[in-house]
């Protein structure tokens, strides 16, 4: 059984759009999970949605200090970033080395003029105990396939450089996504059913 009550739902990455925006993670959360689980609305810590994104990113980032003091998120034994139980992270990544990631926890990024968005940044999420990456759909598959072979630069594709510092990784790989990569390894993909 599910102990609900000692959930805590944090954002790893989130769209600077108003809260009811289609494009909001936050309210995909909420309409599709957090609604159907007796999770505390007090233990759920979405970024705000009132504020533009680097307003939004230091507003989250004192947030999450806030959880740390009160000790609601533990610490990483290897650096002084918090230390989530389960990051959860859709491919490809939107996450990127940022400037001062050293010492931030969150940042504000904007990729080639997309829409902006709050973030994790690195050293957070590879200090995480579990990290799971889920990457789904023949839309990603070049990009998988660019990422396994290593052809891409790591601005290109970060999530070569998750790597939990003291936590495990794990990836969902669907078969479209996988398709490209599996084809040049001489394998065929199947569909599960």
Same mark, same amino acid.
């Given at each position: 059984?599910?102990?609900?009550?000692?959930?805590?739902?944090?954002?790893?990455?989130?769209?600077?759009?108003?809260?009811?925006?289609?494009?909001?993670?936050?309210?995909?959360?909420?309409?599709?999970?957090?609604?159907?689980?007796?999770?505390?609305?007090?233990?759920?810590?979405?970024?705000?949605?009132?504020?533009?994104?680097?307003?939004?990113?230091?507003?989250?980032?004192?947030?999450?200090?806030?959880?740390?003091?009160?000790?609601?998120?533990?610490?990483?034994?290897?650096?002084?970033?918090?230390?989530?139980?389960?990051?959860?992270?859709?491919?490809?990544?939107?996450?990127?080395?940022?400037?001062?990631?050293?010492?931030?926890?969150?940042?504000?990024?904007?990729?080639?003029? $997309?829409?902006? !968005?709050?973030?994790?940044? &690195?050293?957070?999420?590879?200090?995480?105990?579990?990290? @799971?990456?889920? *990457? %789904?759909?023949?839309?990603?598959?070049?990009?998988?396939?660019?990422?396994?072979?290593?052809?891409?630069?790591?601005?290109? $594709?970060?999530? !070569?450089?998750?790597?939990? &510092?003291?936590?495990?990784?794990?990836?969902?790989?669907? @078969?479209?996504? *996988? %398709?490209?990569?599996?084809?040049?390894?001489?394998?065929?993909?199947?569909?599960?059913?």
């Amino acid at each position: 059984m599910v102990e609900w009550s000692k959930w805590h739902v944090f954002w790893a990455e989130e769209n600077v759009v108003a809260k009811r925006h289609p494009d909001s993670l936050f309210w995909q959360a909420k309409e599709y999970f957090l609604s159907k689980v007796p999770i505390l609305p007090a233990h759920i810590v979405p970024v705000s949605h009132d504020l533009p994104g680097e307003s939004a990113a230091n507003s989250y980032e004192f947030s999450i200090r806030q959880h740390v003091r009160k000790r609601t998120v533990s610490v990483s034994p290897s650096s002084d970033c918090p230390r989530f139980d389960l990051i959860l992270l859709n491919f490809p990544l939107s996450h990127q080395p940022v400037p001062g990631e050293d010492t931030q926890w969150v940042s504000c990024v904007s990729n080639h003029g $997309s829409k902006e !968005r709050v973030i994790l940044t &690195l050293p957070v999420i590879n200090a995480a105990a579990h990290v @799971a990456i889920v *990457a %789904s759909g023949p839309e990603v598959a070049p990009q998988f396939l660019d990422m396994m072979m290593g052809n891409k630069s790591i601005e290109s $594709s970060p999530a !070569r450089i998750v790597q939990p &510092l003291d936590g495990k990784l794990v990836w969902f790989v669907d @078969a479209t996504a *996988a %398709s490209l990569f599996l084809r040049g390894k001489g394998c065929a993909a199947t569909s599960g059913s």
